[in-house]
């Protein structure tokens, strides 16, 4: 158990929307300083490679055409953020009508305003407010989306009960998380291969723009520091493949790594030149090497992409064995899984077949 945070998450969200900090998941992608996940360059070769199998892919626009099409009538999206996403969403038609949640009010009226004299401004209901509060009735929706909020959700329980609950017998549950250890709290064996990573870096690459020094290691941040600042931040991130499995059916599963890429890149990511084919490829190596690591279950994965059919019935809840290698490539799968197909399955997809 952790001491009650000092902040509160709903603030935070409000203060990082205001400021522009945060302006979420998009299809363009410009560069950030810190996220690998919305820097062009590695989400091309880390994250759009392995999930679409295409350079130039985008994970929503291939999850779209092929669970999405025909579009569901009814999707409840929630932690939208700013919206971008469901906002493209419906006007791709991948799904005839959004009730979309967040908890920042601040987020909920930039999207009305920008989303206001689209003709498609009427398929998108914005909804500023706690969705664990609704009361929203049962058995209502086709789909479920969710884009990197599940791992924001104190109350993880009642969030899988909520998203099972809410939808219509078969309905799905579509998300893309972070799914590594809660807070960011990386394990030993991880830092220390990370830090291996980092001591083959010249001194330039390994200047830290965030705490302006050059770093003799990958920076871990302590749990009072999380508490502190960011206290909802992967909080119960590592419940979600189980509780996943626990109350869905899962379909797609494709794992896309993030463990050295978040953290390593995290205050570096300035220092490379990205137009320069050296720097490039020192980046690319690196990628290379988590998924190498990863593929052959040395290192866990810390993201994922999963698409899961509501069971009738939840499952009970899984074995502390069962959970044991969840974010592994060689992860047997549940008792009743056949074993080739799921981690076989998810091999294939992510390095080809072989
Ligand atoms: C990392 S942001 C993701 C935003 C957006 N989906 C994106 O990808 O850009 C997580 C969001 O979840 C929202 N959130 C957290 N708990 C929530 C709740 N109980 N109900 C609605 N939104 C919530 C937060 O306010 C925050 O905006």
Same mark, same amino acid.
């Given at each position: 158990?952790?001491?009650?945070?000092?902040?509160?998450?709903?603030?935070?969200?409000?203060?990082?929307?205001?400021?522009?900090?945060?302006?979420?998941?998009?299809?363009?992608?410009?560069?950030?300083?810190?996220?690998?996940?919305?820097?062009?360059?590695?989400?091309?070769?880390?994250?759009?490679?392995?999930?679409?199998?295409?350079?130039?892919?985008?994970?929503?626009?291939?999850?779209?055409?092929?669970?999405?099409?025909?579009?569901?009538?009814?999707?409840?999206?929630?932690?939208?953020?700013?919206?971008?996403?469901?906002?493209?969403?419906?006007?791709?038609?991948?799904?005839?009508?959004?009730?979309?949640?967040?908890? !920042? !009010?601040?987020?909920?009226?930039?999207?009305?305003?920008?989303?206001?004299?689209?003709?498609?401004?009427?398929?998108?209901?914005?909804?500023?407010?706690?969705?664990?509060?609704?009361?929203?009735?049962?058995?209502?929706?086709?789909?479920?989306?969710?884009?990197?909020?599940?791992?924001?959700?104190?109350?993880?329980?009642?969030?899988?009960?909520?998203?099972?609950?809410?939808?219509?017998?078969?309905?799905?549950?579509?998300?893309?998380?972070?799914?590594?250890?809660?807070?960011?709290?990386?394990?030993?064996?991880?830092?220390?291969?990370?830090?291996?990573?980092?001591?083959?870096?010249?001194?330039?690459?390994?200047?830290?723009?965030?705490?302006?020094?050059?770093?003799?290691?990958?920076?871990?941040?302590?749990?009072?520091?999380?508490?502190?600042?960011?206290?909802?931040?992967?909080?119960?991130?590592?419940?979600?493949?189980?509780?996943?499995?626990?109350?869905?059916?899962?379909?797609?599963?494709?794992?896309?790594?993030?463990?050295?890429?978040?953290?390593?890149?995290?205050?570096?990511?300035?220092?490379?030149?990205?137009?320069?084919?050296?720097?490039?490829?020192?980046?690319?190596?690196?990628?290379?090497?988590?998924?190498?690591?990863?593929?052959?279950?040395?290192?866990?994965?810390?993201?994922?992409?999963?698409?899961?059919?509501?069971?009738?019935?939840?499952?009970?809840?899984?074995?502390?064995?069962?959970?044991?290698?969840?974010?592994?490539?060689?992860?047997?799968?549940?008792?009743?899984?056949?074993?080739?197909?799921?981690?076989?399955?998810?091999?294939?997809?992510?390095?080809?077949?072989?």
């Amino acid at each position: 158990m952790t001491d009650k945070p000092a902040v509160d998450a709903t603030s935070i969200w409000d203060q990082r929307y205001e400021a522009g900090d945060h302006v979420g998941a998009k299809i363009v992608i410009e560069g950030d300083p810190v996220d690998f996940t919305q820097h062009k360059f590695l989400y091309r070769h880390a994250i759009a490679m392995p999930t679409t199998g295409s350079e130039d892919g985008w994970i929503i626009d291939h999850l779209g055409r092929e669970f999405l099409t025909p579009p569901p009538d009814r999707m409840l999206a929630i932690g939208v953020g700013m919206a971008w996403v469901e906002e493209h969403l419906v006007s791709q038609d991948f799904a005839r009508h959004i009730t979309a949640y967040e908890m !920042s !009010s601040t987020a909920i009226e930039a999207a009305r305003e920008r989303v206001r004299d689209k003709d498609y401004a009427a398929r998108l209901d914005l909804r500023a407010g706690d969705v664990l509060e609704e009361n929203l009735p049962s058995a209502t929706f086709d789909v479920v989306f969710v884009q990197a909020a599940i791992h924001h959700f104190d109350r993880i329980e009642a969030m899988f009960s909520l998203m099972h609950r809410v939808l219509k017998p078969g309905g799905l549950l579509i998300y893309d998380e972070y799914i590594g250890p809660d807070h960011h709290i990386y394990e030993p064996e991880v830092m220390a291969i990370l830090n291996a990573i980092d001591a083959c870096l010249a001194p330039r690459y390994r200047w830290d723009v965030l705490a302006k020094h050059t770093r003799q290691h990958v920076p871990i941040p302590s749990l009072e520091f999380m508490m502190e600042h960011d206290p909802s931040e992967g909080v119960h991130a590592s419940r979600i493949l189980p509780l996943t499995y626990q109350y869905f059916d899962v379909i797609h599963r494709v794992d896309y790594g993030g463990t050295v890429m978040r953290p390593f890149f995290t205050g570096i990511l300035p220092n490379f030149d990205w137009e320069d084919p050296k720097d490039q490829t020192i980046a690319r190596l690196i990628i290379l090497l988590e998924q190498m690591l990863t593929k052959h279950g040395i290192l866990p994965h810390y993201h994922t992409s999963i698409v899961a059919r509501r069971r009738k019935l939840p499952r009970p809840p899984l074995t502390l064995e069962e959970e044991s290698r969840i974010n592994y490539a060689d992860w047997p799968g549940l008792k009743e899984v056949a074993r080739s197909t799921r981690a076989g399955g998810m091999i294939a997809r992510v390095f080809g077949k072989g």
